[in-house]
């Protein structure tokens, strides 16, 4: 674990192209992809950093990070991967089903940044 000026992250392996702020899942052992909402459960953190295939990437698991929308967003909206996520690795409003990973600091629309307070359980 490392803990960085307003996060903490968790080093992994990048088992496919990752840009820094998408949402990550495990896709085998301690290895990541970015994520879609059938990856829900699986959900660790948000990527750190931009990596190809095969590097190690550092994960926020807890604190600010900066990741893109996949429709509206509101400050203090629940965010996540859930129904509504058709990018890999964006992330989208909760309001009833899907996998949480923070709460929104900013607003956004679909392809814009948002700000997140990662607080995964």
């Known amino acids: ?9 968790i080093k992994m392996l990048a088992g496919a192209p990752i840009v820094r702020g998408q949402a990550v899942h495990l896709s085998a052992p301690r290895t990541v992809a970015p994520s879609l909402a059938a990856n829900g459960p699986l959900i660790v953190g948000v990527a750190d950093e931009s990596v190809s295939a095969g590097a190690p990437v550092d994960i926020v698991i807890k604190g600010v990070m900066t990741g893109v929308a996949d429709g509206p967003i509101a400050v203090g909206d629940r965010v996540g991967v859930g129904p509504g996520v058709t990018t890999p690795g964006r992330v989208v409003a909760i309001t009833t089903a899907g996998q949480i990973i923070g709460k929104a600091l900013s607003s956004a629309t679909a392809g814009g940044s948002v700000d997140i307070l990662v607080s995964l359980a």
């Not at 960085?4 to 992250?9: F, G, V």
Request: glycine share 0%; proline share 0%.
């Open 1 to 9: 674990m490392i803990i960085k000026s307003d996060r903490i992250t």
